[in-house]
């Protein structure tokens, strides 16, 4: 089947249809989102999530990509994302417990809790910049 009948029928909700949708991308979408993750149960189960991305997305395709470079750029962001999400709920966890232990800080310690709060946050910026793939 072409990618033009596949796309409508998927659109069309044939789930036959989507599944071959699936078998014939889901090695890129793995392989995409386990670049940036770099761990394969994080990888699989956000391949999931693209997948049903897709399905839920499929109709606003417009072939102005090929489809799998609209399935690639969902399954890229969508890891980029979950890579944002966890930093962020890292950074958070890090200074809640900087905060816990110095309840009364000296203007030294609030020195040292910035400077770690910036060498974390260019640590971070790096790592995204060395993961774009596009």
């Known amino acids: 089947m072409i990618n ?9 909700n044939d789930f036959k249809a989507f599944h071959l949708l699936v078998q014939q991308y889901e090695r890129l979408v793995f ?3 386990l670049k940036i993750v770099k761990k394969e149960e994080d990888a699989e189960d956000l391949a999931q999530e693209v997948f ?5 997305k499929i109709k606003t395709y417009r072939a102005e990509s090929s489809l799998s ?27 809640a417990e900087i905060e816990k232990h110095n309840t009364e800080s000296s203007p030294e310690d609030e020195i040292i809790k910035e400077v770690k709060v910036v060498i974390f946050n260019n640590r971070l910026s790096h790592y995204l910049k060395s993961i774009e793939l596009f």
């Open 4 to 12: 033009a009948e596949l796309i409508e029928k998927v659109k069309e």
């Open 31 to 33: 392989s995409i989102i």
């Open 52 to 56: 049903l991305q897709v399905f839920k």
């Open 69 to 95: 470079t609209w399935i690639g750029r969902i399954a890229y962001n969508h890891a980029l994302n979950h890579i944002k999400k966890h930093n962020k709920i890292y950074v958070n966890n890090a200074e």
